[in-house]
């Protein structure tokens, strides 16, 4: 859908990383795996559509998998992903792995601030959570947390919304990120880069809100700024345009509720009105309008 904001162009996330950091020992567990079920590289690659080749540089860690790849490749084995994957996951601290992301995209300050970030977040108390929201669509799920939280009224309270779900929401002082959500020992947390306009803190963190409530699976997401979108996305394995989609899919229906923005446009059919009503940018309320078939 190219109705929704481009701007969180990249994203990485944990078990990209693992797959391109680890691809050596990513293809050893294929290589065991298939072995074990008697398989030839080109009976795995002619299950799985793929050439011989592939599975080749597979094996052989001279390609990193995409996940995509990954979860085929462990459903056509029978075997789990996780049991594909190197088991530093569990060893290495939210801090480290965060400062690990940094250094692939960016030898600046930015690993520094990501693990202080963590550092700080990870002696917060623990937030009790109201509401559970069980993930379903993006639309149904945004619309589920503003159901339960009784959200009538503009504009959408979306720090009180994330905090209800036992989420902490910290500003940071970022180079190039957006925003992130991580999954702590003490709870899942995001930042938010407080040096960004309100109104796009505001859509960063429903984004980064849809990356936990819709279970993206990973221990954390970093969203990168414009600067740093590039490098971190293209080829590398870390990005995924379909989490991206969802989450962003997710903040425009809890900033911007389809039944709210209808009542409101039969009243105020102008975009910048509506935007100051709802606290998003006009960039976000026109492209809403757009989407809902409104202008
Ligand atoms: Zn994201």
Redesign the pocket.
Known sequence: MATIPRR?GC?LSLERLMLSEHSVGVGQRIRAAREARGWSQGALASRLGRTQTAVSYWESGNRALALDDLIAVAEVLGVSTASLLPDSRSQRSAPALLRAVAERVDAGQLADELEEFALKAQVEPRLQTKWNIEPASPRDTAEALLAIAGINDTPVPVVELATGCGIRVLPWSFDNVDGLVVDLDNGPTIAYNRSQPHTRQRFTIA?ELG?HLLRHTDRF?V?FGNELAPLAAGDHPGYDWR??RS?NEFAANILMPSPMIRQSFGQTPDVRALAKRFDVSSAAMSIRLTALRLK
Request: glycine share 0%.
């Open positions: 969180y994203c984004h990356h997401y969203d989490a991206e989450a």
